[in-house]
Antibody, heavy 115, light 107 residues
Framework: EVQLVESGGGLVRPGGSLRLSCAAS????????FSWARQAPGKGLEWISS???????YYTDSVEGRFTISRDNAKNSVYLQLNSLRGDDTAVYFC?????????WGQGTLVTVSS | DIQMTQSPSSLSASVGDRVTITCRTS??????LNWYQHKPGKAPKLLIY???SLEDGVPSSFSATGSGTVFTLTITSLQPEDFGTYYC?????????FGQGTRVEIK
């Protein structure tokens, strides 16, 4: 069974950092790319970053230079390092496996940026 | 970035109704268009990929068409479990983008 489990969310002050993790199981991890998306309170889904199976990375403008996506094929895990956090980064963050579209998603982890 | 515009932003329909959601893109994306269903507190669910291909396990009441800049998602007979927010997403460029969502409510 394909599973993606996010962790690492929490409460952080503006300007602070967090590292989100996404543990994958049930498939050949190295064969896939992965994305992170988020949903702020009362808002829609927003794609924020992707990493291909060949380690090419992409970011939406609002997080470029502040967030870093990475992967560890030995640990079947994808990571999102969040730096210089702002109030508008408050959201549930989802990781997803990419195929034609994102075909499997985790349940999400909540990041709250507040003083 | 490619802009995505969905319409309507919300709708309310009865069980058994036919529902259609439209997604327009700011540039030609061929058939690189996906549709998702998202319910509160749940993981988003891929319904349709490549404009019209039904994801495994998705009921055949869901269908989609389109290419270029205009795409539609249709639910032929709305069921109570079809409530939620529906999003289109372009995967034409490496920087994917979602539409703003269409909230579907059951009357």
């Amino acid at each position: 069974e394909v599973q993606l489990v996010e962790s690492g969310g929490g409460l952080v002050r503006p300007g602070g950092s967090l590292r989100l993790s996404c543990a994958a199981s049930g498939f050949s991890f190295s064969d896939y790319g992965f994305s992170w998306a988020r949903q702020a309170p009362g808002k829609g889904l927003e794609w924020i970053s992707s990493i291909t199976r060949f380690d090419r990375t992409y970011y939406t403008d609002s997080v470029e230079g502040r967030f870093t996506i990475s992967r560890d094929n030995a640990k079947n895990s994808v990571y999102l390092q969040l730096n210089s956090l702002r109030g508008d980064d408050t959201a549930v963050y989802f990781c997803a496996r990419d195929s034609f579209g994102s075909d499997y998603w985790g349940q999400g982890t909540l990041v709250t940026v507040s003083s | 970035d490619i802009q995505m515009t969905q319409s309507p932003s919300s709708l309310s329909a009865s069980v058994g109704d036919r529902v259609t959601i439209t997604c327009r893109t700011s540039q030609n994306i061929g058939r690189f268009l996906n549709w998702y269903q998202h319910k509160p507190g749940k993981a988003p669910k891929l319904l349709i990929y490549s404009a019209s291909s039904l994801e495994d396990g998705v009921p055949s009441s869901f269908s989609a068409t389109g290419s270029g800049t205009v795409f539609t998602l249709t639910i032929t007979s709305l069921q109570p479990e079809d409530f939620g927010t529906y999003y289109c997403q372009q995967s034409y460029t490496p920087r994917w983008t979602f539409g703003q969502g269409t909230r579907v409510e059951i009357k």
